[in-house]
């Protein structure tokens, strides 16, 4: 099948896909186009190329080469976005240190990385010394301190970012190579186990800021990015390369503000004063910002906000509408690239109503170009298109991670069958919108159908008198799963077992659940409480051990 | 420098950038869109899709295999965008018959290109018997005749396009294979020699749709396209695969209007009845629908429409926008993809007036994204961008013609020095714009500048009594070359190798040219007419050989 390619003439240039081809337009359009870091530093696309330049001449000194991984530990900057081209664009591998991980976390990331230098802001100094014993692969140590004295410490510091890059030269000629090169890499942190490392390649980060740009830029109008936005990203940098955006704001040559560490009132303060209109954040950050701007009664109208990282609630997307703002879901996660899909409202659509409108925006939304996008069931057949039946979301496109860092086994399994197993379940309704209902582990699968453990709960807690509840799937030798319930009534209520099962025989009727989603009496077990994880989420694994007992 | 890589687990997938993936989003979201041939024939994507299925099996069935090559002779149809889909699709390679060359250049295009199979539309099939005895690799014919009987022929004809389709089977599997196939190929005309086959893999094809699609999605108004378009080609699909755009159409889902064989009244028509707002034409084209449509009275605001292929006219331009349309030029040629750049008015500009916006629209415009395009002296040095100075546009970008087809010295030259040369000379003003002024067999290099010989000429026609005229190179010791002028005067006029000198030199002094670009007083020549080629412009080449005697 080899014959037939296209022989490039030996003078050709065949253009492989790196991050540095993400500046062509940047710099030849853009040039005068504002970087800003808090409105309190500002300067042009022309003077940010010459950054990247000096920081890979900073870090050509201290021996950064092919393959080389380089450490960053610094809030949301305009020194972290240089390093988003520098380091890769030298052909080394751009680590992100999530720095809300545990030291110890952070210690076997960076061991498991080999990162040989660290670029780290001042108030990260603690926390590198705490863990420097045991750092196997660290040679040098720059400190981000915005030009100010390094504060004393016991690390390998090679000096201060500033204060290294005015005495570095702003000419650097960045290499061509293969365009699978790893550029960066990130760690997923789950429930159990080690951080996981994924890793993106140059063509894998092109190709990503392609297909979401496309599909954020192509809408007639509302969700949608153009080249007069203005943008900042409220998505760390260090989390999954802050969803891809910066690369793009890049590459459309938009106006980019860096808000360094997330403070709500200086967020809508900068939204306010440098003019953003496209932001990304998760749904705990949006609730911040509309206390924030109703606290000092600011305008949050106009303003363009992707919600990922979990669900956005109605309520929460409803309150965001009040405001003015344009929120809809992306969604994807570390080993997508991330956004596989957008909750843009389809072409020429008109809601009906307002909570029709909300439902959609707060959905997982359409596939972007350029990913095929499947909802499988257990043999890897595509489920009907009819919003009812669940399966797993299943992803090929050419931006997802192609194996985790040094986890063969792990590696497989995320691509079982040729397909990435996002682990999600969902339903797809005629218009494509996709809407995840669980996750795969709590799914219960039972009489040939799968059931979702929190839309049962969602019924369940809508029963008078209930006040929580928790359902998994227990074994059972007929079904495969049956499900089980666990509810906390309220005090003075008291609706026993068939009270909640005739609530859900309703619902059966209504056909919004099949008949194998409503627990059998024993099954129904009334509690004094829903044990929680750390983080305070239904402990499911628990639950499913006492259900068996 | 191989080291690095990011190494796929065994299971992961790959994703070659294959024309298919156009299809993904195209099914998946825009399933019930419209493709109508004409307004007389509708179907939707889903049908598309089935009838890309059905073509490839009825090619199957003629042994077309991967490699070979099918050839269409057609005009805009739906048959057409199948094609574009399925011989590709198939690993087949598809070349798009410039129908309207002379048979003898048909009949070598069809031989070099090893054409086993071709798709002919019942108006072509004359021309095709006429040069039958002398194919070389032909073996099936296919007649689009509409479902008609085929007329009378001595072709190897297997069957009518309609017959064969309700015969064959809506499954086929589209393999994977390498992303740099040859998908497509067109012959590019010169004035001397033999066509020249150019060629376009799928890696290209899908990479101009994704560079030229963000480009034209991402103004925030004007000179856009959006996905609640509607699209009607203009350009003919054997043409550069009509710009690329049929695939931009079909990716981001938009209702596509194929209007058949170019008729101003019913392009105009299918405009209204069809509610087309996208297309893209020749100059000469849209000088053909102002009249059609004052003709029947027909409104055309809100078109919008890419100008290409030869410069429009500042004249033509403001007729187009008197009309309401939103004309802007696009740039490009066969050997690069063919749309490199566009005249969108730059994010947030007003124009000053009228003119400045029509002397805007009708430049040769800026970069799309992923394109290095650079403005060059003789030894490939960037010339300032200051409006100025001259020099050759060469190009990077992922979506250039590797080498031309079988040509290995034209292709060299097409690469010298790693940059495609496309022979137009320009200048670039410092808001990124470009704008050619000549080709650079026709610019006349003297005393180490560039001098235009069209900018020469147009300043020479605007001097009193001068009826016409033309500029060429005659060879210097000192100066390289200096410029010779050749006028027809109107009758009764005599202005004198002086008049003309005086006109130019008052250019001079404001700096519009430089004073090497007026002709010494002998190099001024009066002569009673201006030879031309067969095709109305002027014959430089005679003229050259004239100043030299």
């Not at 409803?318 to 389809?346: C, K």
């Not at 399966?391 to 985790?404: H, N």
């Not at 495969?480 to 025989?505: C, N, T, W, Y």
């Not at 056909?511 to 024993?522: C, E, T």
Request: hydrophobic content about 40%; some cysteine.
């Amino acid at each position: 099948m080899q014959e037939n390619l296209i022989t490039p003439t030996p003078s050709a240039y065949t253009f492989p896909l790196l991050i540095k081809q993400l500046l062509l337009n940047a710099l030849s359009i853009h040039g005068d186009q504002q970087i800003t870091y808090r409105g309190e530093r500002r300067y042009s696309f022309r003077q940010f190329r010459e950054r990247i330049g000096q920081l890979a001449s900073v870090l050509d000194g201290l021996d950064v080469r092919h393959g080389t991984t380089v450490a960053v530990m610094d809030w949301d900057s305009h020194r972290y976005l240089e390093s988003y081209f520098a380091i890769p664009m030298m052909g080394a591998t751009l680590f992100t240190v999530n720095v809300r991980l545990s030291a110890q976390q952070i210690l076997y990331t960076l061991n498991d990385s080999k990162a040989e230098v660290v670029l780290v802001h001042a108030d990260f100094v603690p926390m590198l010394e705490e863990i420097q014993a045991d750092l196997k692969s660290l040679r040098h140590v720059i400190v981000i301190a915005d030009g100010e004295a390094v504060p004393a410490n016991t690390l390998p510091v090679d000096g201060e970012y500033e204060a290294l890059m005015v005495q570095a030269s702003a000419e650097f000629d960045f290499p061509d190579f293969d365009e699978r090169t790893k550029a960066a890499t990130f760690y997923t942190t789950g429930t159990t186990g080690d951080p996981k490392g994924v890793a993106y390649s140059h063509r894998d980060i092109v190709m990503h800021a392609m297909s979401t740009a496309m599909s954020l830029c192509s809408p007639r109008e509302g969700q949608r990015l153009h080249r007069e936005d203005v943008y900042m990203p409220i998505t760390p940098m260090f989390h999954v390369l802050a969803w891809g955006m910066p690369y793009i704001a890049i590459m459309l040559g938009l106006k980019t503000v860096l808000p360094g560490r997330y403070v709500p009132e200086r967020l809508v303060g900068l939204r306010e004063s440098e003019g953003v209109t496209f932001s990304h954040c998760v749904p705990t950050i949006l609730q911040m910002l509309l206390q924030a701007a109703d606290a000092q009664g600011m305008d949050l109208s106009g303003w363009k906000l992707m919600i990922g990282g979990s669900a956005m609630s109605p309520a929460l997307c409803e309150a965001a509408l009040e405001h003015g703002m344009d929120v809809f879901t992306a969604y994807g996660m570390s080993e997508t690239g991330p956004i596989v899909s957008l909750a843009q409202l389809p072409p020429g659509y008109r809601p009906k109503d307002r909570q029709e409108e909300v439902r959609m925006r707060c959905a997982t939304g359409r596939p972007v170009p350029f990913v095929d996008f499947r909802i499988v069931d257990g043999n890897m057949n595509d489920v009907p298109h009819d919003g009812k039946q669940q399966g797993e979301i299943v992803l090929r496109s050419p931006f997802l991670t192609k194996a985790y860092v040094g986890k063969p086994q792990a590696s497989e399994e995320l691509w079982a069958g040729g397909y990435l197993h996002t682990q999600d379940i969902a339903v797809r309704g005629q218009d494509g919108f996709v809407r995840i209902v669980d996750r795969i582990k709590d799914v219960i699968k039972t009489g040939g159908e799968w059931v979702s453990s929190i839309e049962v709960e969602s019924l369940i807690a809508s029963v008078p008198g209930v006040q929580e509840c928790a359902v998994v799937g227990v074994p059972d030798e007929k079904w495969g799963e049956r499900p089980m319930a666990f509810v906390v009534q309220k005090p003075d209520a008291s609706m026993g077992a068939e009270g909640i099962r005739h609530a859900l025989m309703a619902h059966v009727e209504s056909n919004r659940i099949s008949k194998y989603a409503v627990p059998a009496p024993d099954r129904i077990a009334f509690v004094a409480e829903i044990p929680k994880t750390s983080v305070g989420k239904i402990n499911k694994k628990l639950l499913r051990e006492r259900a068996v007992q």
